[in-house]
């Protein structure tokens, strides 16, 4: 986000539509020259603060954003973990592996998978190589316009070819790591072959809320908890309602976990009932467990 054109709240007009990624230049109105003049040895960035006051500074009108190049090639893997203490692991061995490149890593419980599975929303996996998983991971990586002759060691005149040869291969480097190692962090991983595949690990994913949504009536709360307290939230919400005893297929039938790792973030815990009168109770259920 470069700039901001703002409404505050006397109806003057902020006018900081720049284009650059530093701008000493931008207008600061009469209005807010009290706040500048005292608070700007501070480094109070009005952009972020407009952004992240939601709309109660100001209303914004206009945006001026920088967006990055598309990616020249694309590749993912879905791969079966046989238990979430494995998924902070293989966060950071594939960061480490892929740097740049990893371009998205997203958490999906064994419920998740299971109802995605069972409402057509795609099957990444063989029935065989998901016994014994306790979670799966879709792992994305997106390679931009930098050469890599030296890395990938052939000659090639087709970038686009070079650089998809380039990715893949850091991809295929790590799913071999994985397998390999004498106590691996997944019990298997399928890499896409054609667009056709990619499509369907991604369906599979984004999936999960129409799937859920057939169950029944879907609670979903987005929680900010560290990664390694994901399976914990969702296995103290379960266990809450467990005790209360709202788990049961006339009341919540699933709670589930799912959501992307790179933020550090679990955005995504649902729960599916078939009844109206469950709110009070599952949103006290939710943060209680937090």
């Not at 594939?94 to 490149?101: D, T």
């Not at 991983?189 to 057939?214: D, I």
């Amino acid at each position: 986000m470069l700039g901001l054109e703002v409404v505050l709240p006397d109806g003057t007009i902020l006018d900081n539509l720049s284009t650059l990624r530093k701008d000493n230049t931008g207008e600061v109105t009469t209005y807010l020259k009290k706040i500048w003049d005292t608070h700007h040895s501070l480094g109070y960035d009005l952009k972020q603060l407009f952004i992240g006051a939601e709309g109660t500074l100001g209303v914004v009108t206009g945006v001026s954003i920088l967006t990055p190049a598309a990616p020249q090639a694309v590749n993912n893997v879905i791969l079966a973990l046989p238990t979430f203490e494995n998924v902070l692991p293989l966060f950071k061995l594939a960061r480490r592996h892929l740097s740049e490149i990893l371009s998205a890593f997203e958490f999906i419980d064994r419920a998740a998978y299971d109802l995605a599975v069972k409402h057509g929303q795609g099957k990444g996996l063989s029935d065989e190589e998901i016994e014994g998983a306790e979670c799966f991971v879709l792992l994305e990586t997106s390679g931009g316009k930098k050469e890599h002759d030296e890395e990938v060691r052939i000659q090639s005149v087709d970038a686009e070819a070079l650089i998809y040869v380039f990715v893949l291969k850091k991809l295929t480097v790590l799913l071999e790591t994985l397998l390999e190692a004498d106590q691996p962090l997944i019990t298997t991983g399928v890499l896409s072959q054609t667009p056709g595949q990619f499509n369907s690990l991604w369906k599979l994913r984004e999936g999960v809320p129409e799937a859920v949504s057939k169950e029944g009536k879907t609670y979903k709360y987005d929680i900010s908890v560290p990664i390694a307290s994901f399976k914990e939230v969702v296995d103290a919400t379960r266990e809450q309602l467990r005790r209360k005893g709202l788990l049961h297929e006339d009341a919540v039938r699933h709670v589930i976990g799912y959501g992307h790792v790179g933020d550090g973030k679990l955005p995504s815990v649902s729960l599916h009932s078939h009844t109206d009168h469950l709110y009070i109770p599952t949103w006290q259920v939710i943060y209680i467990s937090t």
